[in-house]
Antibody, heavy 125, light 110 residues
Framework: EVQLVESGGGLVQPGGSLRLSCAAS????????MNWVRQAPGKGLEWVAN????????YYVDSVKGRFTISRDNAKDSLYLQMNSLRAEDTAVYYC??????????????????WGQGTLVTVSS | QSALTQPASVSGSPGQSITISCTGS?????????VSWYQQHPGKAPKFMIY???RRPSAVSDRFSVSKSGNTASLTISGLQAEDEADYYC??????????FGTGTKVTVL
């Protein structure tokens, strides 16, 4: 079964740091671009960052540039999001998401076909 | 990287058809044929529903269809059912590996 499982969320003070993880199973993780998408409480979805198959290309939404770092460990089938200088507005459920199967091995995202269950990050004093 | 504009809410009676619009710009929806749609029930993760060109998972009903004109994409749900009551989000590629979601639409089945 194709599965993504996020972890690492929790309560952190403004200015603090947190590292999220996303464990992949049931597919060849190293063949896909991977993404982080977040959703603030009661708000809409926001794409946060993505990374290509070998980790050489990374892209971010403007609001997190310079504070968040996406990375991956293909040997561990895991995706990460290092979040520094956290702000109240970063409070959200963070999801990892995978492109469709036909994007395997290609420079392709197209859509977010597979999602994890999400992990909640709360930034508050 | 401004969010795409969707109506806050759309409603319909069972069996009716409804359409959700998703308006972007020439930097995203208008330039790229890469608009996808997601359904989200309360407390659940989003679920991929359909993609421009009508690609959809086999488990998603063919009652869901998409179209696009200029900078506006649309999702139509035909034969509305109680289970369709949820939030719906569009998403478009915006160049340079960047993606932008819509503001979201709450669908109510009357």
């Amino acid at each position: 079964e194709v599965q993504l499982v996020e972890s690492g969320g929790g309560l952190v003070q403004p200015g603090g740091s947190l590292r999220l993880s996303c464990a992949a199973s049931g597919f060849t993780f190293s063949s896909y671009w991977m993404n982080w998408v977040r959703q603030a409480p009661g708000k809409g979805l926001e794409w946060v960052a993505n990374i290509n198959q070998d980790g050489s290309r990374k892209y971010y939404v403007d609001s997190v540039k310079g504070r968040f770092t996406i990375s991956r460990d293909n040997a561990k089938d895991s995706l990460y999001l290092q979040m520094n200088s956290l702000r109240a507005e970063d409070t959200a459920v963070y999801y990892c998401a995978r492109p469709p199967a036909y994007c395997s091995g290609a420079n392709c995202i197209d859509s977010f076909d597979i999602w994890g269950q999400g992990t909640l990050v709360t930034v508050s004093s | 990287q401004s969010a795409l504009t969707q109506p806050a809410s759309v409603s319909g009676s069972p069996g009716q058809s409804i359409t959700i619009s998703c308006t972007g710009s020439s930097s995203d929806v208008g330039t790229y044929n890469l608009v996808s749609w997601y359904q989200q029930h309360p407390g659940k993760a989003p679920k991929f529903m359909i993609y421009e060109g009508s690609r959809r998972p086999s488990a998603v009903s063919d009652r869901f269809s998409v179209s696009k004109s200029g900078n506006t994409a649309s999702l139509t749900i035909s034969g509305l059912q109680a289970e369709d009551e949820a939030d719906y989000y569009c998403c478009s590629y915006a160049g340079n590996a960047i993606y932008v979601f819509g503001t979201g639409t709450k669908v109510t089945v009357l």
